[in-house]
């Protein structure tokens, strides 16, 4: 993560459902406040299951290129996901994080304090493994002696196990609890989560500034549960359970709404809200544009421009802080739009 660019150009991916109505307010934040990035450049780029309609294709070929060669980052909004198995589409972004090797989905979970110098209540980060589990998406629908059968995959690898890990224990270390749990089911899964969890553990034995960071372990129903009490900072899980995990962390901070994330690997990293395409309101211009917006931020935070990522984030605590312009999802009336009206008076 290294600043020293002479522009910086970000790939936009609204795809579909509200990610085209919130993706356009991040663009705004960068635009109005990401003041110490060189020369920022947006490239518009389609993708998602409206493109896979009108194309034939979810992730056409020109996206996926233009991504590789000429961003340096990128921000998705969110794919509508047909409730039914249609023939020939699957999700562009569980393919993009593939294609890009995102592996590690970094999901902070931080409420608004009520004051600027009072501590969140809640402020952890939930660290969700990105490539394997059961998304490798092998299954099978066969007939046995009673009927239909359906099995599934999950992989778990202790390369990508490991190197999750060393993401999760460099996040933790550079908090002030410095203090990460894993998460896990091996009293159940003892083959798949027990590689899980031993090589995750393991990474602390090989590098010594881990040995600062305290690590406990959780199974992943009682987290769920705990989460409501403040004993975690950064908790590492496989795929579907950080999937879950960090949908039932954002109902701690008000709304789906709020909670950003980035896709990132070793040379790439993409910026994506948890919430989905929000179809129940999409087109009403009322979806949270806050998921996008911190997502933004983090974003730029991960590639080293600190200052304008905490421009950001400040921006968007005090309109939360001061309450007058909250979306419905927060209690309020306001619309999507006047998000970009705010931002650039903050600027
Ligand atoms: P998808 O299959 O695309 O995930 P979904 O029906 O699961 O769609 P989500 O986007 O996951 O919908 O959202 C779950 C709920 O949270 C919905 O009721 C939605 O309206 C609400 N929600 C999600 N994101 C936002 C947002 N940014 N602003 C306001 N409400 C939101
Ligand atoms: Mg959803």
């Given at each position: 993560a290294t600043a020293a660019r002479k522009s910086l150009t970000i790939g936009l991916i609204p795809a579909d459902g509200i990610g085209k109505e919130v993706i356009p307010a991040a663009r705004t934040a960068i635009e109005a406040l990401g003041s110490d990035i060189p020369t920022p450049k947006f490239v518009d780029l389609i993708a998602g299951f409206e493109t896979f309609t009108r194309t034939g294709v979810a992730l056409p070929e020109e996206t996926v290129e233009v991504l590789k060669n000429d961003c340096d980052c990128a921000l998705f909004g969110s794919v509508s996901s047909p409730s039914r198995k249609v023939v020939g589409y699957s999700s562009p972004i569980v393919a993009l994080r593939k294609i890009l090797d995102l592996y590690a989905n970094i999901r902070p979970v931080?409420?608004?304090?009520?004051?600027?110098?009072?501590?969140?209540?809640?402020?952890?980060?939930?660290?969700?493994?990105?490539?394997?589990?059961?998304?490798?998406?092998?299954?099978?629908?066969?007939?046995?002696?009673?009927?239909?059968?359906?099995?599934?995959t999950r992989l778990i690898t202790e390369r990508a196990s490991t190197r999750i890990g060393k993401m999760a224990f460099e996040l933790a270390l550079a908090r002030p609890r410095r203090h990460l749990t894993v998460i896990h089911k091996s009293n159940v899964l003892s083959v798949t989560d027990g590689l899980f969890r031993e090589s995750v553990r393991a990474v602390q034995t090989k590098d010594p500034r881990f040995e600062a960071v305290t690590v406990a372990e959780q199974l992943v129903d009682s987290a769920v549960y705990r989460q409501y009490f403040p004993i975690y900072d950064v908790m590492v899980a496989p795929n579907l359970y950080g999937d879950i995990l960090s949908d039932a962390a954002a109902a701690l901070v008000g709304s789906?709404?709020?909670?950003?994330?980035?896709?990132?690997?070793?040379t790439f990293v993409m910026g994506e809200p948890v919430h989905g395409s929000a179809p129940d309101i999409f087109g009403q211009g009322i979806a949270n544009p806050v998921a996008s917006i911190r997502s933004a931020a983090l974003m730029l935070r991960h590639l080293g421009y600190t200052e304008a990522a905490h421009r950001i984030?400040?921006?968007?605590?005090?309109?939360?802080?001061?309450?007058?312009?909250?979306?419905?999802?927060?209690?309020?009336?306001?619309k999507t739009q006047e998000y970009h009206i705010s931002l650039q008076k903050n600027s």
């Open positions: 931080v409420s608004v304090s009520p004051s600027p110098d009072e501590p969140s209540k809640v402020d952890m980060i939930v660290v969700r493994e990105n490539t394997e589990c059961l998304y490798v998406k092998q299954e099978q629908q066969t007939f046995g002696e009673h009927g239909k059968e359906a099995r599934a789906l709404g709020v909670v950003p994330s980035v896709n990132a690997g070793d984030d400040n921006a968007v605590d005090s309109v939360l802080r001061e309450g007058q312009l909250l979306t419905p999802d927060l209690g309020g009336t306001a």
